[in-house]
């Protein structure tokens, strides 16, 4: 399967290479349930590995240093699993590069300038005030930033085209929720329209499909929020049989995950979703530190 071929490209430089390589499967249309955290999670981890074993035997030790210290910075913020959503209005529909987005949250090389000290510091934010959905290639583009960003890649030992090759590219803030709900949604009118029941472990499975879901909807600082009514009117018009107990239950819960995600609204709790969870996703949840990762995506 080339993914390749499916899905919008995860980086300018390899296309969807690291997706290729850990064989995610995606469905036809190149989205399937594989989570936007899990796919620049494949993707950093990816290229981690290849610039670690690039040669550096010429490389000043001190640079040498600098390099390792950065990469071990880098391992830690993948590790971390919080990356940014592209913002640009005027491509929604496009994957697209983030250097810093509106909550704070920077990419892996603005992440990277931003441990490297003041100059890193002050470059990152000179990128975001004029370039901030644009490629590491078109930012080179700017004589004004290429001079200093160059001058910063020698300080630190990472080359202009690694940096190339670590940029992720970002789905728009509320295109991989409309991509989640509609996907749910199916799954569970097509559970509608069969006469048995849906076994535990399928409605384990979907329930935790519903919390990933909800987990993305608060994770775009307001732009998946305005989808929330026509969500909620998807979901009341539903006519669901009342032998369907199975249904009904999937459907109530998502109600309160979409509901729960508005502005000043209560979120779901573990409690909630008592017999619809599967064990270990439940302790998963009450352990867990990372509000938007609930259960393991």
Do not use: C, D, P
């Given at each position: 399967l080339n993914l390749t071929t499916l899905w919008p490209t995860m980086n300018p430089v390899i296309g969807n290479k690291a997706l290729n390589h850990q064989k995610l499967?995606?469905?036809t249309d190149g989205r399937g349930d594989v989570s936007e955290i899990d796919k620049v999670h494949c993707h950093l981890?990816?290229?981690?590995?290849?610039i670690k074993n690039s040669n550096i035997d010429k490389m000043d030790m001190q640079v040498q240093r600098r390099r390792a210290s950065l990469l071990s910075s880098l391992e830690e913020y993948t590790k971390t699993r919080c990356f940014p959503k592209h913002e640009d209005v005027n491509a929604m529909n496009e994957r697209k590069p983030c250097f810093v987005d509106s909550s704070g949250t920077p990419c892996a090389v603005a992440h990277l300038m931003q441990e490297s000290g003041a100059d890193g510091q002050f470059l990152a934010g000179a990128i975001v005030s004029s370039h901030k959905h644009d490629t590491i290639g078109k930012i080179f583009q700017d004589n004004d930033l290429s001079n200093h960003i160059k001058l910063w890649t020698e300080r630190v030992g990472l080359r202009p085209s690694e940096l190339a090759l670590i940029q992720p590219t970002y789905e728009f803030v509320a295109a991989s929720c409309r991509i989640?709900?509609?996907s749910n949604l199916s799954e569970i009118k097509s559970a509608m329209e069969s006469s048995t029941a849906l076994t535990n472990s399928e409605i384990h499975e979907l329930a935790r499909k519903i919390v990933i879901f909800g987990d993305e909807l608060v994770s775009g600082f307001g732009y998946p929020l305005d989808d929330i009514p026509n969500y909620l009117a998807e979901l009341d018009g539903?006519?669901?049989p009342d032998h369907r107990e199975d249904i009904l239950a999937l459907v109530s819960i998502f109600q309160k995950e979409v509901d729960g995600a508005g502005w000043?609204?209560?979120?779901?709790?573990p409690k909630d979703y008592l017999g619809l969870l599967s064990e270990e996703d439940l302790n998963h949840w009450k352990q867990s530190n990372i509000s938007n990762e609930r259960v393991k995506h």
């Open positions: 499967l995606l469905n981890s990816f290229v981690l590995r290849e989640m709900f509609s539903l006519t669901i000043g609204k209560t979120r779901t709790q």
